[in-house]
């Protein structure tokens, strides 16, 4: 069996998109995970058990490449209203969780 550079090439790519979406779904997770225990040390509920993607940046933190990405949520603390949270990754790292004036 030839292999043609064409052929490498192609199977860069398409291990390099298979990667890409496995750790995008890894990081999401694990806001998942973040914004419920957030919500449960703050005595709020998590609405709808997800969270939302919002958007991807590539920036560059601690001398490396690396992408910026944003998700939405929302919370409840009474149960009658739904309020606005957002978290930022940056890396595989939480940088800030961000939750909207509500009612205590």
């Not at 199977?11 to 919500?39: D, P, Q, V």
């Not at 910026?68 to 990754?89: A, D, I, L, N, P």
């Not at 890396?91 to 509500?102: D, E, R, V």
């Amino acid at each position: 069996m030839n292999l043609q550079l064409s052929d490498i090439i192609f199977f860069l790519i398409i291990a390099m998109l298979f990667y890409g979406w496995w750790r995008n779904s890894n990081i999401r997770e694990r806001a998942i995970m973040t914004a419920k225990s957030h919500c449960q040390e703050l005595n709020l509920q998590l609405l709808d058990e997800s969270v939302a993607g919002d958007g991807w940046k590539p920036c560059w933190a601690n001398h490396q490449p690396c992408i910026k990405r944003t998700y939405q949520f929302e919370f409840s603390s009474t149960g009658r209203m739904r309020y606005q949270g957002r978290m930022v990754f940056v890396g595989n790292k939480i940088a800030t969780i961000w939750l909207s004036p509500h009612d205590i």
